[in-house]
């Protein structure tokens, strides 16, 4: 099952990048996707229209594909470590690497060699040194234990066929006391399994979103405390946008 939807994503998310890295078009159409499918503005560029210092990350956020805005729910601080899982274009990545300057560095991690070369190149065009794009699974991060202050993500965790296991490795990287800041797709407890099923909706985020019950169920069982799950707005008939914020505790 893992290796199917990590396939399924993956090509999904490299035509992306392809049309992405030729247009400043935020939906990949037929290539499906997070950016597809959902009511402007339940997905993409446009949520990013009140957050601070998001104009000057350009291109890459123009090509966001995520339901949310989690830099604006991280509390970053100079000289902390951001880890972007799922990092696609590169938005949030550069939008945090500024906010935890000086000091302070921003890493992305994303599977899909296109995607990272488009965030290679958004970088380098806003000008941003104090980041570091790395290819790997969000089910296994190549980074030691207790390495970052914050760990970030928007409307990636869904697309994991194990969600349990890609919230123990986000525990396993964050310092004691580190903070967990996502956007994420919630389902509805009443979510029919036909719409679960659907492969091609799971790469729009809805068919492989956990219910709330279960989010906190998953996180607590990855050893996060102070949990918090609001809704932000609806995309889909059976599925929310939520901001899910934890933390690890802290050593005794």
């Not at 000008?127 to 089910?139: D, P, S, T």
């Not at 991060?141 to 123990?168: E, F, Q, T, W, Y």
Request: charged share 25%.
């Amino acid at each position: 099952m893992t290796d199917g939807v990590r396939d399924l994503v993956r090509e999904k998310y490299a035509q992306a990048a392809i049309r992405l890295a030729t247009t400043s078009d935020g939906c990949c159409g037929s290539s499906g996707g997070c950016g597809c499918g959902g009511e402007a503005p339940a997905f993409g560029s446009d949520l990013y229209r009140l957050e601070p210092g998001a104009e000057a990350a350009g291109s890459a956020v123009a090509a966001s594909l995520g339901c949310g805005v989690p830099t604006a729910v991280a509390d970053l601080r100079p000289g902390e470590t951001v880890l972007d899982l799922g990092s696609g274009a590169g938005a949030d990545v550069l939008i945090s690497a500024r906010r935890v300057a000086p000091g302070g560095r921003a890493i992305g991690l994303d599977m899909t060699p296109e995607m990272l070369e488009l965030a290679r190149a958004n970088a380098r065009q806003a000008g941003v040194e104090n980041v570091e794009f790395l290819e790997g699974y969000l089910e296994d991060i190549p980074l030691p234990d207790g390495s970052v202050d914050v760990v970030i993500s928007n409307c990636v965790i869904n697309l994991a066929a194990d969600k349990r296991v890609v919230l123990a490795e986000a525990a396993r990287v964050l310092r004691p006391g580190g903070r967990l800041a996502v956007s994420d797709v919630v389902a509805e407890p009443d979510m029919d399994e036909a719409t679960r099923d659907d492969m091609v909706q799971w790469t729009g985020c809805v068919a492989g979103a956990l219910t709330e019950a279960e989010y906190r169920d998953a996180l607590e069982g990855a050893g996060f405390a102070g949990l918090e799950i609001a809704r932000a707005h609806r995309v889909h008939t059976h599925a929310w946008a939520a901001v899910i914020r934890a933390r690890r505790p802290a050593r005794n």
